[in-house]
């Protein structure tokens, strides 16, 4: 995956009095974060989304301003020059940002707010306002994941194998992050985040599961 991190504004320089919460979500490709990120905003009050803009083209499911927004190489390219992100990346090929001036506004206000980015934008919100909530979600196991995705049915098999090796090294990336979640059942994950974000990651124990998960990565066919 050819990923490139641009100059992104110092967080703390522009954000001095927040009382929300800033969570960020982040997963290999086929994980299933966005189904994730769906069902906990309908069961977490005072929680909304940042939508984030890209330039990859727009699937079939998806709604402008509802899933991202879809923008051409030199809208973004001046918003970047405009300094309107937070972070911003390339991904597969594609640019995807998230904009500064809505997650800003909500976090003053005391509306928590949640990022659903790639791991190395992750990264650098963390570098920028140390209290930000990080959280990694992980597949049950390799098969489930080439399972999730051959099963979207918008990818190549070459498309999919790419985006199968690079679950693989992003995973090597979840010791980076507060909490590693496997996304085995719906409502479990969810309830296990809303737990993150209350600060009671202590009522879960999921040590056993994460480790065996992470290992099935690690095995050869």
């Not at 079939?60 to 030199?74: H, L, M, P, R, S």
């Not at 991904?91 to 003053?108: D, I, Q």
């Not at 196991?141 to 498309?159: C, F, H, I, Q, W």
């Not at 790419?162 to 969810?190: G, I, M, P, W």
Request: proline letters at 2%; charged letters at 30%; aromatic letters at 8%.
């Amino acid at each position: 995956m050819n990923l490139i991190i641009y100059n992104i504004l110092p967080f703390n320089l522009i954000v001095n009095d927040i009382t929300g919460k800033l969570i960020v979500i982040s997963a290999p490709s086929g994980t299933g974060k966005t189904t994730v990120v769906k069902k906990l905003l309908e069961k977490t009050p005072n929680l909304v989304a940042s939508i984030s803009f890209t330039t990859r083209t727009r699937r079939e499911n998806e709604k402008e301003g509802a899933d991202y927004f879809f923008i051409d190489e030199k809208t973004f390219k001046d918003m970047i020059h405009n300094d309107d992100f937070l972070e911003h990346a390339t991904v597969f090929g594609n640019l995807y940002g998230t904009e500064k001036e809505s997650v800003v506004k909500n976090l003053r206000e005391g509306i928590n707010v949640i990022l659903e980015i790639d791991w190395q934008g992750a990264q650098q919100i963390k570098s920028r306002i140390s209290s930000c909530v990080m959280i990694f979600l992980i597949p049950p196991s390799r098969e489930v994941l080439l399972k999730r995705l051959k099963n979207r049915g918008t990818d190549s098999d070459k498309e999919i194998k790419n985006r199968f090796n690079q679950a693989v090294l992003d995973l090597e990336e979840s010791t980076k992050f507060d909490h590693v979640l496997v996304n085995d059942k719906l409502e479990s994950v969810v309830e296990d985040i809303v737990f993150c974000i209350e600060g009671k990651a202590n009522k879960i124990n999921r040590t056993k599961q994460v480790a065996e998960s992470l290992k099935s990565f690690s095995e050869t066919n």
